[in-house]
Structure formats: C-alpha cells, structure tokens
C-alpha cells in the first residue's frame, strides 16, 4: 500500500483499478480515458463492470442498466420525485453477495487504486472498506455538477475527485474532509485535445 500523502493519479507507479456501471454514458466515457491515460503511462489498468461481474440479481442488473435509461426516457417525473426523495440521505445498502463477490477480484487482482466514476459503485465501494477494509487508495470522480443519493456515504474513501471547485462546499456541508476533495474536473478522452479544422474534420467523418 502506496502512502496516500505521495499520491499522484499521474504516477505510472500504480497499478489502476476502475469499477463502473452502465446506467449512462458519460461515466463509461470517463473510465475509458481514465484506462488510456494510465496505460499510455505505463500503468497496469483492470476494469470491472460491477454489476455484471460481482452482482448476480438480475432484476437489480436490469434496474441499474436498462431500467435506469427506460425510466429517464419515460418516466421521467416518477424518476426525479423518487430521484429527489433520497437525494442527500445516508444508508446505501450493498448486497453482501456483491460485496464478497468484490471482495473476490480485489484479493485476486491486489490493486494499488480503486477508482469508482459512478456513484453506484462509489457507495458499493465505500461499503466494502467499511465491512472488509482495503490496503488500496480509493477514489471517486464525481461525473455530474450536482450531487447524488447518499453520496455522503462516500466519506470513508481517500479521495474524492470534484468536477468544479464550486462543488466544494457542498460536500463540506454533507461532512467531507476538505482535504480529501480534489476539484481537478471530469477526465476526457485526450483526443479531445487534438484540433482540427472543420474541413479535416468532415473529411474524417465523411461528410465531405
């Protein structure tokens, strides 16, 4: 286990493992330039699906990933009454049968960093340290500019990595250690960083 003061996501000392969820897009995104930049690097970079690899209810799988784009796509008010009403709350509860699942891949795989770009997975995460503790620096990177339900749960973790430092206080507010909050912004694709012109740009995507 590195010590958590010498930190540095950019180190390529670390051996990476990234948890994600597909209740979304964005997120997704967010582990596949996270897994680029690390291996180009030269870190060592595992990634997880949790729900499909460590939970083996099929209803709770379908609700996180298909049943989460059906309910935003039409039921959208049902959605954010129920989105609201826990929104700020503590107690996520995780599946034991998850957590030892979890508990699994990380003896397996021995990770140096567990990162979480989901808040699913994030509590998941945080409920796992709690029962079982972890040798392993934990992060979450926070990929919306609003809070969650029971992301307060997440306080145990190393590290929380913040979009914009507006977002601060409100964790501050819910109980974060101040030090722990890294307003360093969501992870993007580096070839989001290339320019092109727009003629070299349609010719790319053939719309010449």
Known sequence: MKNEENFDINSNQYVKEAYEANAGEGHNGVTRALKKGF?????????????????????????????????????????NACYGAVLNKKGSKTNPKTLENLKRIIDDYKPDVVIAPHV?????????KRKYGLDALSVFIVTDYSLYPYV???????YIVLPHESMV???????????????????????FSVYKDKGEARGDLGLD
């Not at 690899?53 to 935003?72: F, L, P, Q």
């Not at 307060?152 to 190393?158: G, V």
């Open 39 to 79: 291996e180009e690097k030269g870190a060592e970079v595992k990634v997880v699906d949790l729900y499909n690899e460590c939970c083996h209810s099929k209803t709770k799988r379908w609700i996180v990933n298909d049943g989460y784009k059906m309910a935003c796509k039409y039921a959208r008010p049902l959605y």
């Open 120 to 128: 699913y997975v994030a509590t998941a995460l945080a409920n796992y």
């Open 152 to 158: 307060a749960d997440t306080a145990n973790l190393d």
């Open 169 to 191: 206080s409100e964790f501050l507010e819910l109980g974060f250690d101040e030090e722990k909050l890294l307003p360093l912004g969501i992870p993007v694709d580096s070839g």
